[in-house]
């Protein structure tokens, strides 16, 4: 079974949001952060104290907070995409019973299935781990037929998996 994926940037920062959201720790200092700024506006608005220069130190760590994790996802992906070419190519993924071959514009590469650390299906991917970072990302076809093709080849496979 074959499947072509291109992968454009704005889709790899998508799926970059959606794995670091995923993790609870990043939820939870998110949240922080929102509290400690709806808590910095209650002292702004008098509502709770008066104002005093902590709060707007507050107001400052809270905002510093939420928009740091975002910028340095977006950063980070950014420099990813633009320095690792491969990512870039056009790849075909031809999936067997025991392995998967894929072939980019510059490279070829065959992964026995049972090798893998972890597959992992979102919405619009299926993430085949090498190890805990390195993965390879082949977009769902559209075809849900295909799809469950898809599931029963990865089905089959003795590794960690998250399927649909």
Same mark, same amino acid.
């Given at each position: 079974?074959?499947?072509?994926?291109?992968?454009?940037?704005?889709?790899? *920062?998508?799926?970059?949001? /959606?794995?670091?959201?995923?993790?609870?720790?990043? +939820? #939870?200092?998110?949240? $922080? !952060?929102?509290? %400690?700024?709806?808590?910095?506006? *209650?002292?702004?608005?008098? /509502?709770?104290?008066?104002?005093?220069?902590?709060? +707007? #130190?507050?107001?400052? $760590? !809270?905002?510093? %907070?939420?928009?740091?994790?975002?910028?340095?996802?977006?950063?980070g992906?950014?420099?990813?995409?633009?320095?690792?070419?491969?990512?870039?190519?056009?790849?075909?993924?031809?999936?067997?019973?025991?392995n998967?071959?894929?072939?980019?514009?510059?490279?070829?590469?065959?992964i026995?299935?049972?090798?893998?650390?972890?597959?992992?299906?979102?919405?619009?991917?299926?993430?085949?781990?090498?190890?805990?970072?390195?993965?390879?990302?082949?977009?769902?076809?559209?075809?849900?037929?295909?799809?469950?093709?898809?599931?029963?080849?990865?089905?089959?496979?003795n590794?960690?998996?998250?399927?649909?």
């Amino acid at each position: 079974m074959k499947i072509q994926t291109k992968l454009e940037f704005k889709e790899y *920062l998508r799926l970059l949001f /959606i794995l670091t959201y995923k993790r609870p720790i990043v +939820i #939870i200092v998110t949240l $922080l !952060g929102v509290a %400690i700024i709806a808590m910095s506006l *209650l002292y702004f608005t008098n /509502i709770i104290l008066p104002n005093s220069f902590e709060h +707007i #130190i507050q107001l400052i $760590l !809270g905002i510093f %907070i939420i928009t740091y994790l975002p910028f340095s996802v977006w950063l980070g992906a950014k420099r990813t995409f633009k320095t690792h070419k491969l990512i870039q190519e056009t790849i075909i993924y031809d999936f067997q019973e025991n392995n998967v071959t894929i072939t980019g514009e510059t490279f070829n590469s065959e992964i026995e299935l049972d090798k893998l650390y972890r597959i992992l299906e979102l919405k619009d991917w299926f993430l085949l781990y090498h190890n805990n970072r390195l993965m390879n990302i082949v977009t769902k076809p559209q075809d849900s037929v295909e799809i469950e093709k898809l599931r029963s080849i990865l089905n089959k496979v003795n590794v960690k998996k998250k399927l649909k």
